[in-house]
């Protein structure tokens, strides 16, 4: 079987490219030198002063390319609309059409080129949705979109066919419908928030929200997908995380791609949360040129777990329409996850998916381990590519009667 042409072979030395990659800065101003703190630090300045036209990006961003500009003047009449945070912006680095920050949130011309296998509604979200906001793949957990909006949005969003007010998707503010969908179905004991982004709601909203759903006693689990720490880190206030931490459990997924997100604000928004007893996990999508190295993956998941997140999974890039020009293939994603297992800390690692075309959920993707199967023997291949044999006879195991009873 061919698997050394995966095999990573020994861990490399850190190189100092790589040692920088982890250090941690803060955001810096870009180009609003000269805003006093108390704007910046404020959320709603934050909002308020977005990134959000083809005029805006061209005095902020000298160097525009013409696809960019193209992008965004198309993107101004079409589907997903620009919004940039000025935290967000502040890390591009104008010098570098490639910045990794730049590829993931400024519009190219190459969005409105569409591969026949692409969709607009890429993991079939919409035909699994019993009422509107609510999406019950999976027979114990639903995924409740509650906003259209995000604090910035994401070029490859697997959702621009919802988000930033992009069709008039019917948004219910009182929720009744969806959470009653969820009294009604004791079946659904995990119930995940998203949209659009959940933590731009003020506190009173999403207090309100959070105890609705705690009031549904088969409710056993609740979660946020959110990309806020990561674009508006100011949101993170402590009244927000005292406000959160009476919902527990309570779980947060953050979503950050690149090490250069995780600055010092960040960091410090992270460690609220975290404080507030919320565990953390992060979810990357694959994207060429901003996380498809297997050193950039590996500096990205450590500086991670110095903010005390796990990363939890690594998505191949939806096939939503337009997307082509920021996905990297299987084949790429394989080899950054053969870079991770073995060589760094297992909670470093994520899991890699695929969230299956048309509807069929996320489906894991590993590196082949595994290289012969066969009755009474299984041959196995470590991190290195050195060859293992563990005799499986799976000899049955015979419970004495009772012996399994509560
Ligand atoms: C990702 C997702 C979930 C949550 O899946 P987990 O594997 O439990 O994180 C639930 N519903 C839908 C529709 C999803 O896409």
Known sequence: MDFESTAAGPTPEPSPAFLALKRFQPAGRGPWPGVPDADWNDWRWQLKHRVSTVEHLEKHLPTLTPEERAGAILAGQSKLAVGITPHFFSLIDPADEYCPIRWQVIPRLEETVRAPWEMNDPCGEDSHSPVPGLVHRYPDRVLFLVTDRCASYCRYCTRSRLVSNASGYDFHPEFDLQIGY?????????????GGDPLLFNDEKLEYLLSRLRAIPHLEFIRIGTRIPIFLPQRITPELC??????HPLFISIHSNHPRELTTEVRDALGRLADAGIPLGNQSVLLRHVNDDPEVM????????????????????????????????V????????????????YAVPQYVIDAPGGGGKVPINPEYILANEPGRIVIRNFEGRVFEYPDEGVPVEHPAGALQP
């Open 182 to 194: 969820i009294a009604a179905h004791p079946e659904i004991r995990d119930v995940l928030l998203s």
């Open 242 to 247: 005292s406000m959160l931490r009476q919902f």
């Open 298 to 329: 590996k500096a990205h998941v450590h500086k991670l777990l110095m903010c005390r997140v796990r990363p939890y999974y690594l998505y191949q890039c939806d096939l939503i329409a337009g997307s082509a020009h920021l996905r990297a293939s």
């Open 331 to 346: 084949r790429e994603g394989l080899q950054v996850m053969e870079a991770l297992r073995g060589h760094t800390t297992g």
